[in-house]
């Protein structure tokens, strides 16, 4: 397969990758707690390529986005990706007990305006405001007309199964929409165990015909992942926040089989287009599996 030869979705890239985060909003983001270690520990060695100082390390994440939203859908011309998703993006800090992002639904709404049907949007899940949460999902839909929603249970300090997330859950399926959430652990110091993929189990049991995306690969526990997605006729899997050249191979030989090729989804958590799509292309995969995970899933699944 040949760069252009799919035009790609992206499930989840980052609203910031639009350009539209300001150098004072990239500063403040990064002068968290959870943001400062995740610079020093899991991003340490881009710091040291990068040649910032630690005071600087919003420049890690920033380095990689684009100037605007213009420039974005040039890039997503010259590499052949015809959409990409961007969300709310709540993620909450333990330390502060405050949001640590959070895009307003209207500055979403504006960002998919801009792009022309290029951009698709997605709300947030804040479970500590569940019944204003949902009033905003469902505005989100009906107004503006989002395809799905991602929370962030890990940060929050829920799982999946946990009774605050239930609500979501009923709302996606009246709202008939998918929920995607983060499975596996944080870049940031963040409790692991809490992003388990197995805790979508009971979830995909008590809502049969909720849509799921686990989204991050699941790693460490890349099995429960895998398991999940197989288990259960609902429940999917997006690859993003990970480089395709780093994927574990029991994740390349799930998707190179006949489950994974109809049920994970390519996504690169605004880690670079081009970077993404150039090596999930080079993966040793057949390409009726790729064009499949870099297209077509995502079309059926989100209704596109």
Not at 32 to 39: H, I, K, L, P, W
Not at 142 to 161: I, L
Not at 217 to 238: A, D, K, L, Q
Not at 258 to 275: Q, S
Request: hydrophobic share 40%; charged share 25%.
């Amino acid at each position: 397969m040949e760069l252009m030869d799919v035009q790609a979705i992206d499930t989840m890239c980052r609203a910031g990758y639009a350009g539209i985060v300001s150098e004072e909003e990239w500063k403040e983001t990064w002068g968290f707690y959870e943001s400062m270690a995740c610079v020093k520990g899991t991003f340490g060695g881009v710091l040291k390529k990068l040649g910032v100082s630690e005071e600087d390390g919003w420049k890690v994440v920033a380095s990689q986005y684009k100037a605007s939203i213009d420039d974005m859908i040039q890039e997503m011309d010259e590499v052949g990706v015809e959409k990409a998703f961007v969300d709310q993006q709540l993620i909450w800090s333990r330390n502060a007990f405050k949001l640590v992002t959070g895009f307003e639904l209207k500055r979403i709404a504006d960002l998919v305006d801009k792009g022309k049907g290029r951009i698709v949007g997605g709300a947030g899940y804040h479970p500590f405001y569940i019944q204003q949460s949902l009033k905003d999902l469902e505005t989100a839909v009906k107004e503006y007309g989002f395809k799905y929603v991602w929370f962030h249970p890990n940060s929050f300090g829920v799982r999946a199964s946990d009774a605050k997330c239930y609500p979501l859950y009923a709302k996606c399926i009246e709202l008939d929409i998918p929920v995607s959430f983060q499975s596996g652990h944080s870049a940031e110091p963040l409790p692991s165990e809490i992003g388990r993929p197995m805790y979508a189990d009971e979830v995909a049991i008590d809502f049969p015909n909720l849509k799921m995306v686990l989204t991050h690969t699941g790693w460490p526990w890349i099995e429960e992942w895998i398991s999940m997605i197989w288990r259960h006729p609902n429940v999917y899997g997006n690859i993003g926040a990970y480089y395709p050249s780093g994927l574990h191979q029991p994740t390349i030989d799930f998707m190179n089989g006949p489950i994974g090729k109809t049920k994970v989804l390519w996504g690169t958590n605004g880690f670079g287009l081009t970077r993404c799509k150039q090596e999930f292309v080079a993966l040793p995969i057949k390409d009726d599996n790729k064009k499949r995970i870099l297209r077509d899933n995502a079309v059926q699944l989100f209704k596109l």
